[in-house]
């Protein structure tokens, strides 16, 4: 039994907490196993519409793979073949509902690769983010050579990639690393609020406009204007746009129920 990983609904929102505070939330196997069956647990919970998360501790989100795993070097092939196929970080990718990264303190490593999967990055102002792995003699293998540069480009992605170097929570902004800033006390609170204000609109356009963003970025402009137009078609006659519209005109509260 461990508890490397917790998860708790409420309102709508799945609370998964990376819970090794001790280590910095340091990723070791329980989290690899644990994280993605949290994610995907959470994605096919009827009664969840937006996923946070988080780390545990005052100190970190998650300080990156435990170093002291590292010790022990596995055979590359075995090595390759346990993540090739089902990579532990792929979890996100298949997640339908928007997923909020709430991070607090250090954000490295397998740390930064985590929340470059989020669809949303908040940060506390005592947020630091880096990708020490050369430093280790390895490079980022979650998603860091690759995500960062999408989100950030080219020239950034390369610097921060080569000299390891921390970037503080306003750099972090300024950037478009995190789109959002709270001080380390609201910031709980604040991805709450983002993630149920999120969790309270209509939710299958929720995540067709997640897919949207999310795979048009990957094609052609004029097959991300298909896969638009598409997606966009299939929301036609959804219940919730004509409860919207219904809303709307009567003057009340819309009632989604992802229909
Ligand atoms: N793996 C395993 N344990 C880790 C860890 C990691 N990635 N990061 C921190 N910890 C543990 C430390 O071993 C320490 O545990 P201990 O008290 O049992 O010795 C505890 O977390 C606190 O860390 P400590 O180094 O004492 O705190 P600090 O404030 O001096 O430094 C960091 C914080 C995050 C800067 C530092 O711990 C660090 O550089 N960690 C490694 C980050 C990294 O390179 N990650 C990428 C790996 S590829």
């Known amino acids: 039994m461990t508890d490397a990983v917790l998860v708790h609904t409420q ?12 280590a910095m939330n340091a990723i070791n196997e329980d989290v690899r196993r644990l994280l993605p069956e949290a994610l995907a647990t959470a994605d096919a919970d009827p009664q969840v519409r937006a996923i946070v998360v988080r780390g545990a501790g005052p100190r970190a989100f998650c300080a990156g793979a ?6 022990a070097t596995p055979q590359p092939t075995a090595y390759r073949q346990a993540r090739v196929h089902r990579h532990w970080i792929a979890a996100f990718d ?3 509902k928007p997923v909020i990264a709430a991070v607090h303190g250090h954000c490295l490593g397998g740390g930064l690769e985590i929340a470059l999967a989020c669809d949303i990055r908040i940060a506390a102002t005592d947020a630091l983010f880096g990708l020490p792995e050369t430093g ?11 995500r ?5 480009g080219l020239g950034l992605a390369l610097d921060l990639v080569l000299t390891g170097e921390r970037l503080d929570a306003q750099r ?3 950037m478009g690393l995190v789109s959002r800033l709270a001080s380390p006390d609201d910031l709980q609170q604040a991805a709450g609020d983002l993630a149920r204000r999120i969790a309270a609109r209509p939710p299958l356009a929720t995540q067709f406009a997640k897919e949207a963003v999310r795979s048009g970025a990957e094609l052609s402009l004029a097959d991300g204007m298909r896969l638009e137009s598409d997606l966009c078609s299939h929301l036609v006659d959804t219940q919730d746009r004509v409860e919207a519209a ?14």
Do not use: M, S
């Open 11 to 22: 309102d709508a929102v799945a609370w998964i907490t990376l819970n090794r505070p001790d």
């Open 66 to 71: 435990d170093i002291k795993e590292f010790v």
């Open 94 to 96: 298949r997640a339908v």
């Open 136 to 146: 280790h003699g390895i490079i980022p293998g979650a998603g860091g050579t690759q």
């Open 148 to 152: 960062l540069t999408r989100v950030l």
């Open 172 to 174: 972090a902004l300024a």
């Open 246 to 259: 219904l809303a709307f005109q009567e003057k009340r509260p819309p009632r989604y129920t992802g229909q």
